[in-house]
């Protein structure tokens, strides 16, 4: 196969991980309402643990400890909290029941997110096909516990199961678009800046938006699953940090 070739199937087969969300679908409406803020607990960990132990020690480790990187992580949590702004008071003008602003800016993150992976994935292939792969092992071992935590997400904030996974599948794809761009590009383009950036949104989005719906509830046993499902998320993250580093 030619590089291009492994270029295109690894960004096929991970937009196709983003229909691991299906799998609620076989689920009564009645259990998938109960898993729904476990799912977003789960994603709120996923999304600190992704941040936290995978892109800001990769930023690090390419820019060096340097206040740059930290400066990026800042914008990213401010340009997101003047999106939400927007998108808040765009919310406040359109009729009730539209899509919760939470949605849109997990859909933001993770297409940005999804295309610094495709660049990632694809710089590695054009290197040596041996490295393409061990990298898109690296990045696919994460996105199945995201993508489940992304649809809860988006179900949570008034999408429809079938929609939710329409537009989990459409931010997938630019993990392809990622791909074929450092393909095209061939390293003449540094986007390093783009990781701890990406960073700061997933920071905002999970303390902002997902970890104060799951500190609201009155139960102790629903209390007791959501904290174990955030810890869940953020130990898989952890623990594939200390396999890959």
């Known amino acids: 196969m030619s590089t291009l070739a492994w270029i295109l199937a690894s960004g096929v087969l991970m937009s196709l991980l983003a229909l691991s969300g299906s799998l609620t679908l076989l689920l009564p409406q009645r259990l998938f309402n ?20 995978h892109m800001l020690p990769e930023s690090v480790d390419a820019l060096g400890n340097d206040i740059a990187v930290y400066g990026w992580l800042a914008t990213g949590i401010v340009v997101f909290l003047v999106l939400e702004q927007f998108l808040h008071w765009h919310h406040c003008h359109r009729p009730v029941g539209e899509h919760r602003p939470v949605g849109y800016l997990i859909l933001i993150a993770d297409g940005l997110h999804n295309f610094i ?3 990632a994935v694809g710089s590695a292939f054009v290197l040596d096909v041996r490295l393409g792969l061990v990298t898109w092992l690296v990045a696919a071992a994460h996105e199945v516990p995201q993508e489940l935590g992304d649809f809860g997400i988006l179900v949570h904030s008034g999408w429809s199961r079938q929609l939710a996974l329409t537009y989990n599948v459409a931010s997938a794809l630019t993990f392809l678009v990622g791909g074929l761009a450092a393909y095209t590009l061939a390293g003449r383009v540094d986007v390093t800046l783009l990781v701890p950036f990406a960073a700061g949104n997933f920071i905002y989005i999970a303390a902002a938006d ?36």
């Open 34 to 53: 109960r898993l729904v803020l476990p799912l977003v607990a789960l994603a709120a960990g996923s999304l600190l643990g992704g941040a936290l132990f």
């Open 117 to 119: 992976g495709g660049l």
């Open 210 to 245: 997902l970890l104060p719906q799951i500190t609201t509830q009155e139960r102790l046993r629903e209390k007791a699953a959501h904290t174990a499902s955030f810890i869940v998320g953020l130990g898989a993250l952890y623990l594939l940090a200390l396999v890959v580093r």
